[in-house]
């Protein structure tokens, strides 16, 4: 009998005493119940335990290049286009030679430097093809002096700031072909300058003598 309550009373001892250990090492809140591992980022190796629900940024469609045939377009008109638009074109009175006299072609004034003197960020010729029409490619002719920068541009509306850059040109020179890196609708074709070749007489200035355009009616 005194067995039997002795072996009674060491098992309640022991119960006592593992309940005590456990509840001395759970941290504060979590008495009697799991144990809830901190949350950080995950180790290399290991899977997060929850996909990310960052948002991503929303994904953009560009037209590519333009496919399929290609024929010669008709320009119906050029004028000389400046940083304002039409209003202030470099020789304005010169700008229709590209399309009907192309040796004498049309040229930009001149420039005590390549960057216009720090007159302008730019000057060109803007091309009406009459509809809008899909531009692949514009063929120039610049004379024989290289090192001008230029772009083509096209935009549905004659106005600075309504023209995409299409492909740009450095140190260009010579016979160029400007090839359109995607397609775009456009009835405008802008030929942009933004760094002028020098002409031989210790001045910088730009010619375009002649000139053709491709793509899609």
Known sequence: MLAVVGYAAFEFAGHITSASQSSAGAPPGARGGPAIAPSGPATPGTSPAAPSSRPTAPSTTQAGPVAGPVQALAVVSAVAFGPNGTSDGDNPQLASDVLSDPAAGWMTDWYATSAFGGLAQGTGLLLDMGRTVTIA???????????????????????????????????????????????????????????????????????IRGVSVEGQP
């Open 137 to 207: 490619a514009v063929r120039v002719n610049l004379g024989q002096a290289p090192g001008a920068t230029l772009g083509l541009l096209a935009g549905a509306q004659p106005v600075a700031g309504a023209f995409q850059t299409l492909v740009t040109r450095q140190d260009a020179g010579g016979s160029v072909t400007l090839t359109a890196s995607r397609a775009v609708p456009a009835r405008y074709v802008l030929l942009w300058f933004t760094k002028l070749p020098p002409d031989g007489k210790g001045t910088y200035q730009a010619f």
